[in-house]
């Protein structure tokens, strides 16, 4: 993504993220799960919206612990509704909440949420929107693309000639562990 190349280094929202986590392997089932929510309620918003209320979303998803939001119900959903620090939109609440609920299945039979991307690792885009497709609500292919390009699954988050990339490629990103694949 060589706009965002361009635009995030020493940008007041963007360069941190840029720098340390785009692109960047991320394991842990609460961080995959704060990722998936973000690119969610991205869609047909801006990303420095979602980083600005980042810290607002982390507040009202109990900091993304998936065991916590996995239980939340009606009174949760009322009270995200109301919280003007998150985007306030019914479907992409309900999207998480029910994301939150598969990721938990999924570590049940796979051991975390990362270990079933690693089995399904290689896959195309394309392989992999059908897949979350059908694991998963509210995803189409910019969102599993986005998803999975910031946290390693996927090729592409900087340029080639962008500092940053030097750092996601001696994190080892899982793209890595396929580098002839034709993603």
């Not at 239980?71 to 509704?81: P, S």
């Not at 039979?109 to 290689?122: E, I, M, V, Y």
């Not at 500092?163 to 396929?178: D, N, T």
Request: net charge positive; glycine share 8%; with cysteine.
């Amino acid at each position: 993504m060589s706009a965002y190349c361009d635009i995030a280094p020493g940008h007041p929202i963007h360069a941190s993220y840029h720098d340390t986590e785009y692109g960047f392997p991320l394991r842990s089932d609460d961080g995959l799960l704060e990722r998936f929510a973000l690119e969610i309620n991205q869609a047909g918003l801006s990303w420095e919206l979602m980083l600005r209320k980042r810290n607002g979303f982390r507040r009202a998803f109990a900091d993304f612990d998936l065991e916590t939001v996995a239980g939340f119900g009606a009174e949760d959903t009322a009270r995200l509704l109301a919280d003007p620090g998150i985007i306030r939109n019914r479907l992409k609440i309900a999207a998480v909440i029910e994301n939150a609920r598969r990721m938990l299945r999924l570590r049940d039979t796979h051991g975390s949420f990362a270990t079933w991307l690693d089995a399904h690792q290689p896959s195309t885009r394309d392989q992999w929107r059908r897949l979350f497709k059908k694991t998963f609500v509210f995803t189409g292919g910019e969102i599993v693309g986005e998803l999975l390009m910031s946290t390693g699954y996927l090729p592409g988050a900087h340029r080639a000639d962008c500092p940053a990339q030097a750092h996601v490629l001696r994190a080892g990103p899982a793209w890595m562990r396929h580098p002839n694949f034709a993603y």
